[in-house]
């Protein structure tokens, strides 16, 4: 970006730094919870409202008939798309709209947007309505500042990023809207903070194992097969020989922080025998079931189907070894890692204007969680897809969570200077 341009664009987002705030704390307003995704019709609206003002076609898509979608709770998106002066690129910011229950422990209404100490608080600042108010801005500021910009901008609002995706970015991606001919270059303005470029995320697999045993009194246990040592003898062999196994895997993505780059399992949950939360005592019985739901986020080396068969190997193994072992297992959830290029176009842009804007040289990592790149990827077949976008990522979906106003304003004059070099350069 000319230097006499970068100022302007940079001046003109400054003077946006109180609106970059409104809107954050609009959005943040906006309860869009999920589950069950509240008010994403409203919310969707209001990005689609903001932007028409500024030039900007809008369409709404609902998407129609995905789990969670009722008149009630509608899977409502949006996407604005300006058109420029010549023909040429797309470059897309997405951000998704929905964000997680509060959960406890608060010091602030986790839907007032207090304001203090140059921070915004509120569920969603960082992860992530900070981001898609940093997207606007930055992309209203270089609008004002270079009217006849080529190529296209395009502004999304997505649904149910936290489940999955598939009533947004999913859904939008099965239908085109996310390859090209229509887009080129995609940003997520996730908060992954404003020195560090994501290119990608690992792999998850969620299952299901169960564990069954046989029901009889509990003070004559031997007269039943109690599923719940079952299933410890498998969390030994976790222990002993899975994790072990896990840790000594190191990816050569720059997965932060640090503890991502092996891969990792988490038990989910585990329960067995009588539900509990009854008042009164529990009758005496050998539990017949047991559960847990394991999720395993592997490396882009690994490869899903060995994934699964290590565990699977684990099972079998106890059910020749161990007396009366029987087990069910069920995939409920995966997702192939996915990584951009280095050299990708919108990773050398998005490097070259944090360079430029905050005068250190961008960190490449890659997110130990998923989020909507797999979409945009796998269905999209998209390939220069990033994440960039204000806030620590450590906060999200913790009480007290917050954004920096710096962060914004810094943000917004990144994403502004690497779409325009990405508008305007050869590809
Ligand atoms: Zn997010």
Redesign the pocket.
Known sequence: MPVDLKNSVHELIEQRRQDVVELTRDLIKIPTVNPPGENYAPCAEFIGDRLRKSGFDVEYIRAEGVPGDSDKYPRMNVVARRQGSAPGPCVHFNG?IDVVETGAGWTVDPFAAEVRQGKVFGRGAC??KGGIAAAIIAVEALIEAVPDLPGVLEISGTAD?ESGGFGGVAYLAERGWFSKPRVDHVIIP?PLNVDRVCIGHRGVWWAEIETHGRIAHGSMPFFGDCAVRHMSALLRLFETELYPALASRVTEMPVVPDGARTSTMNINSIHGGQEEGNDGLPSPCVPDSCRTIIDRRFLIEEDLSEVKSEVRALLDRLSTERDGFRYTMRDLFEVIPSMTDKNAPVVQATAAAIKSVIGREATIVCSPGT?DQKHIDRIGKLKDCIAYGPGIVDL?HQPDEYVEIDDLVTSAKVMASAAYSLLTSDQ
Do not use: V
């Open positions: 998704h992860d992530m990023e996730e989020y999200a």
